[in-house]
């Protein structure tokens, strides 16, 4: 089964404004991380939550889990440039070893 | 901050070669993983490597693909014959403990003529 699908596919947005992207996933999980890909380049870690938490910060980014909808959101806050990516959740299992990821959500900040 | 290094980070190869593509993981990380990110399309699972052996693997990782740790620090990812299809971007993952994140390397694109 699918897991970690993400929408917008695509949001495009003005600098300063926030930014909201959703995802969905199908079974249990032990947690759900989120990914942020820039063209061409590798996947960074942005913020791991566990199942058990339902809400994480770092710095402009917030992260909610509700294991009950099986959703998760990231808001990024006061945008910029420099967050033009592709973002992507991931959900672990502890029945398994894989990160299963979504389609992504990409993001386009305009100056 | 420590980091998962990957070679080559561009690999051209014509159809039927073999191709290893290599990692160093982080140093004190137990669990490896390989996955490819077909352009444009979602990062894939191939395989998963704990203690010297396959945890899981995919549909994808059928007979061609080959993993193994030969000296104790790289991990490297082997196709045995590359089709067209294998055309791909490689990414190597690595992570220590169960709920710690997979950092990822930079990836490996590999195209195959």
């Known amino acids: 089964s699918q897991q970690g699908e993400e929408d917008p596919q695509a949001l495009s947005i003005q600098e300063g404004e926030n930014a909201t992207m959703n995802c969905s996933y199908k079974?249990?999980?032990?947690?759900l991380q989120w990914y942020r890909q820039n063209s061409g380049r590798g996947l960074v870690h942005l913020i791991l939550i566990r199942s058990n938490e339902r809400e994480k910060h770092s710095g402009r980014l917030r992260v909610t889990l509700d294991t009950s909808k099986k959703s998760s959101s990231l808001l990024i806050t006061a945008s910029r440039a420099a967050d033009t990516a592709s973002y992507f959740c991931?959900?672990?299992?502890?029945?398994?070893?894989?990160?299963?990821f979504g389609a992504g959500t990409t993001v386009t900040v305009r100056a | 901050e420590p980091e998962v290094t990957q070679t080559p980070s561009h690999q051209v190869t014509q159809m039927g070669q073999e191709v290893i593509l290599r990692c160093v993981p982080i140093s004190n990380h137990l669990y490896f993983y390989w996955y490819r990110q077909i352009l444009g399309q979602k990062v894939e699972f191939l395989v998963s490597?704990?203690?010297?052996?396959?945890?899981?693997k995919s549909e994808i990782f059928d007979d061609q693909f080959s993993v193994e740790r030969p000296d104790g620090s790289n991990f490297t990812l082997k196709i045995r014959s590359t089709k067209l299809e294998d055309s791909a971007m490689y990414f190597c993952?690595?992570?220590?403990?169960?709920?710690?994140?997979?950092?990822f390397g930079d990836g490996t694109r590999l195209s195959i003529l």
């Open positions: 993952a690595t992570r220590g403990d169960f709920n710690q994140p997979q950092h």
């Open positions: 991931a959900t672990f299992r502890s029945n398994d070893y894989k990160l299963s």
């Open positions: 079974t249990s999980i032990n947690n």
């Open positions: 490597f704990y203690n010297n052996e396959i945890s899981e």
